[in-house]
């Protein structure tokens, strides 16, 4: 037993991995080969549902399972038009942890996941959003800082450990955005988080199915090249997405203009402009990862981008991250008083 087993003992076993680092769900990166790998290193997948239909959900988390006895979870969004048949889809395969994530779940939803007997966990971007979860049903919350990738709220993950953690105890708070070395783990264990969730390190991990050009991209890429996008009309509210800066990140600019202008000559209404941006970074995205566009694709990324310089197989980056918390927090231990003879 470590320092950092005692530390996150509620969350490992909340999540009933060896130990407390989650990786985040991220579309079309986080499938059968990467959840499996994450899982049986000792972490805890999370299949990335997305806009997956249910049968295509079916076959991932039944692929999945053969490739891991390890528990692994499920992000669901929460927008979903077919949510109620992805949740039954979850219980019949018996899926321990769903993951809500994108807005606030249904009573209807949450019902069905406790049915199921599955452990839920939602994000919370706000303190009473976190109580009101729990109170809700929710079995563990999430809190992910602007510094993550893809979809980002407005608040550094360093003031909301600070404003929820000490409030938001009856439940286990596991961390995330920005996170790349094991020494932060270690902090934020010691702030009474119950674990960790990664993104970015995975996403370029050797067991990722991103393609080589977009996961050299992140070796190239420094903290500060993961920008925030920008919301160019109010009326068309954009919920920020943290990505490597290139020509896809200029053209969603562009793709911005084009549908204020599109409902200004009232070609289309608000809320088709507004799936039309959604549309946007699904396409972007899926062409960066899958086909290699990493001029016109999305490359997604947290800013823990910049401590990303190789390829690394899972078990190596779960390895490092648990050494180097282990090292962090045995320096910052109290030295042992020695009686006097």
């Known amino acids: 037993m470590t320092m950092l087993d005692d530390l996150t003992a509620r969350g490992r076993a909340f999540l009933g991995s060896r130990h407390a680092i989650m990786a985040g769900a991220m579309t079309w990166v986080s499938e059968r080969n990467l959840v ?38 499920v992000n669901l969004i929460t927008l979903h038009p077919q949510m109620m048949e992805l949740i039954a889809v979850c219980a019949r395969h018996h899926v321990s942890h769903i993951v809500l994530a994108g807005g606030l779940p249904s009573g209807a939803a949450i019902e069905a996941i406790k049915a199921a007997g599955a452990k839920l966990m939602c994000f919370a971007p706000t303190a009473a959003l976190a109580k009101k979860l729990v109170r809700s049903g929710a079995d563990a919350i999430i809190i992910e800082g602007s510094e993550a990738g893809g979809h980002i709220g407005p608040v550094s993950l360093g003031v909301l450990a600070q404003e929820i953690l000490p409030v938001v105890t009856d439940v286990p708070v596991f961390v995330a955005g920005g996170i790349g070395r094991g020494a932060a783990v270690a902090s934020w264990a010691q702030m009474g988080a119950s674990g960790v969730q990664l993104g970015t390190r995975f996403a370029a991990s050797a067991e990722s199915v991103a393609h080589p050009a977009f996961k050299k991209a992140f070796f190239r890429a420094s903290a500060r090249d993961a920008v925030a996008s920008v919301q160019l009309d ?12 290139n020509a896809g990140t200029e053209a969603f600019t562009a793709k911005q203009r084009e549908i204020a202008d599109a409902v200004d000559r009232g070609e289309m209404d608000l809320a088709a402009g507004q799936l039309a941006i959604e549309h946007y970074w699904a396409g972007a995205l899926r062409r960066a990862v899958v086909d290699g566009d990493v ?11 910049g401590m990303v310089t190789r390829e690394q197989p899972v078990a190596e980056i779960i390895e490092e991250l648990v050494s180097e918390a282990n090292v962090a927090l045995a320096s910052r231990a109290p030295p042992i008083a020695v009686a006097a003879a």
């Open 36 to 73: 499996s790998a994450i899982s049986n290193a000792g972490g805890f997948g999370v299949i990335a549902c997305g806009s997956m239909t249910p049968a295509l959900l079916d076959a991932e988390i039944a692929a999945t399972r053969a490739l891991t006895d390890k528990p692994f979870g």
């Open 234 to 245: 109010p009326r068309l509210p954009v919920i920020p997405v943290r990505a490597l800066k």
């Open 295 to 305: 001029e016109g694709g999305s490359l997604m990324a947290g800013q823990s981008v």
